[in-house]
């Protein structure tokens, strides 16, 4: 059952119910023809209130099914989500592991470079100072 209409439902049936007490209850009417409208009127009413029960009951069930699908479907989602934040992360540290790596053997072979120019600058003034 929507929100809609609830409170005016209510309402509704509430006049109905004081309305048709009043009415028999006015009516001119021998006690025992009263008595039997008045059976008969809360024999109605029981058959409607368990109407609306049984649909309530309905309605009830159904956002109730309705909620357990829609919390199914979420954690379904955050079940994807999470695996593909750690598939991201475990990709990222390979790619940071590799330009590390990268970076050593620059840096080695940079440290090399530097080692042999300074070695042969070393070099001229080593044999010029023996020829001397």
Request: negative net charge.
């Amino acid at each position: 059952m929507s929100d809609q209409g609830k409170g005016e439902f209510w309402a509704f049936l509430a006049g109905v119910l004081t309305g048709g007490i009043v009415a028999l209850l006015y009516a001119p009417a021998k006690g025992e023809e009263t008595r039997e409208r008045i059976r008969e009127t809360a024999a109605d009413l029981k058959v409607k209130g368990e109407e609306l029960a049984a649909h309530t009951k309905e309605e009830a069930e159904k956002l109730l099914e309705t909620g357990r699908h829609k919390a199914e479907e979420t954690g379904h989602k955050l079940e994807e989500a999470r695996h593909k934040s750690a598939e991201m992360i475990e990709e990222a540290k390979q790619k940071g592991t590799q330009k590390l790596k990268e970076a050593k053997v620059k840096g080695k072979e940079k440290l090399e470079e530097i080692k042999e120019k300074i070695s042969h600058k070393d070099e001229p003034e080593e044999a010029a100072e023996e020829t001397s």
